[in-house]
């Protein structure tokens, strides 16, 4: 799997969306095998998504590069995601930003909560990434406030809790628009008050269902 892992990063870094060592580093790093059910990791380094059960996926491992790229990351990072699902983007992070960082990942899915949790404990991540069960659209105040903050489920307009929790100077990444077609759209926290927002293209992405998000059915 190694082997295929180094072709599909090469493939992702003369493609453009890897760009920087560290992400390179990162995800040459990282086994998106152990973070699939079994029936499907033997194509973990297929550039797609895949079903990891509970109607959801896990990202396409050309979206992780870019949402890695756009965020600017930083060892010693404060960190949050929104939509953890089987934990992979986390560890991704979780390697970038090192034992100083920390990525708190918060999912609605327990059983997929519990899946990411055992996922990172296997392959060593469990000190840097913290899953927490629960609605990410209200963010994580506890652990507030973030120097980046990322969404993998796309939410109809940005969630202000969200933008919130980020630091002055902070930056949220977030996929936001319809059910069938949504914009990354980069928010970075200027001051107080003042945020300026950039739409980074078009994606796919399942629903973020929660308070500040969709409704759940
Ligand atoms: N980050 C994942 C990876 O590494 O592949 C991708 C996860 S999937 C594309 C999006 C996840 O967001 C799903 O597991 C879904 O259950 C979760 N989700 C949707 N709405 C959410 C919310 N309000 N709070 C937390 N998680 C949410």
Do not use: C
Request: net charge neutral; proline share 6%.
């Amino acid at each position: 799997m190694k082997a295929e892992r180094e072709n599909l990063v090469e493939r992702l870094f003369n493609q453009g969306y890897i760009r920087t060592k560290n992400v390179k580093k990162a995800m040459l790093k990282i086994p998106r095998e152990k973070f699939m059910p079994p029936e499907n990791s033997s194509y973990a380094y297929l550039d797609r998504p895949f079903p990891i059960g509970n109607g959801q996926t896990i990202s396409a491992p050309h979206m992780v590069a870019i949402i890695a790229e756009k965020l600017e990351l930083q060892e010693g990072m404060n960190i949050l995601e929104i939509g953890t699902g089987w934990g992979y983007n986390a560890a991704v992070v979780g390697e970038i930003v090192g034992k100083k960082g920390h990525v708190y990942t918060i999912e609605r899915i327990t059983a997929l909560a519990e899946k990411a949790r055992d996922n990172l404990k296997k392959t060593g991540y469990s000190d840097v990434v913290t899953v927490i069960e629960g609605d990410g659209t209200t963010g994580y105040p506890d652990k507030a406030p973030f120097d980046r903050i990322y969404g993998t489920a796309s939410a109809p307009k940005i969630p202000e809790p969200l933008k919130e929790q980020l630091k002055i100077g902070g930056k949220l990444i977030i996929p936001m628009g319809s059910d069938y077609f949504q914009e990354l759209v980069s928010v970075q926290r200027i001051a107080d008050d003042d945020y300026q927002t950039i739409n980074l293209g078009g994606v796919v992405f399942v629903p973020m269902i929660g308070r500040h998000g969709w409704p759940e059915d």
